[in-house]
């Protein structure tokens, strides 16, 4: 049951293509957006989507396929944990966010096809 104490899994579409960086001791990070969509039904019967937006941050191998692989649009599934940090902004205000951690990364959607 420990593996279950921070466990998050989605599937979405990229928001923007993956940010990758290097960082000082040489490590990649890969940063990118994900939504979800959730649909339901109304009051009166209408269908009704919400969308989600995630902050996702991928490291080392998998941000080398988020790299790789990873376009705005794709369908993904994600699996990984959820991160809270915090950052003094260039202002001095304290900001709080709230990332998903990715451990595994699968590719759903296939090419779409030319218009």
Same mark, same amino acid.
């Given at each position: ?5 921070? #466990? ?5 579409? &990229?928001?923007?293509?993956?940010? =990758? ?10 940063? /990118? ?5 959730? *649909?339901?039904?109304?009051? *009166?019967?209408? #269908? !009704?989507?919400? *969308?989600?937006?995630?902050? =996702? =941050? ?10 790789? /692989?990873?376009? #705005?649009?794709?369908? @993904?599934? !994600?699996?990984? #944990? &959820? !991160? ?12 709080? =966010?709230?990332? @998903? ?6 590719? !759903? ?7």
């Amino acid at each position: 049951m420990y593996a279950l104490k921070n #466990k998050v899994q989605l599937i979405g579409n &990229l928001g923007n293509a993956p940010e =990758v960086k290097n960082t000082e001791n040489g490590k990649k990070l890969a940063r /990118f957006s994900m939504a979800t969509n959730e *649909t339901y039904r109304g009051r *009166t019967g209408e #269908k !009704i989507t919400e *969308t989600t937006w995630h902050n =996702v =941050v991928a490291w080392g191998k998998v941000a080398d396929i988020a790299e790789k /692989f990873l376009t #705005k649009g794709k369908e @993904i599934a !994600i699996e990984g #944990k &959820l !991160i809270n940090r915090s950052y003094t902004d260039k202002d001095g205000i304290k900001r709080y =966010v709230t990332e @998903i951690q990715v451990n595994e990364l699968l590719l !759903i959607g296939g090419e779409k096809p030319a218009a």
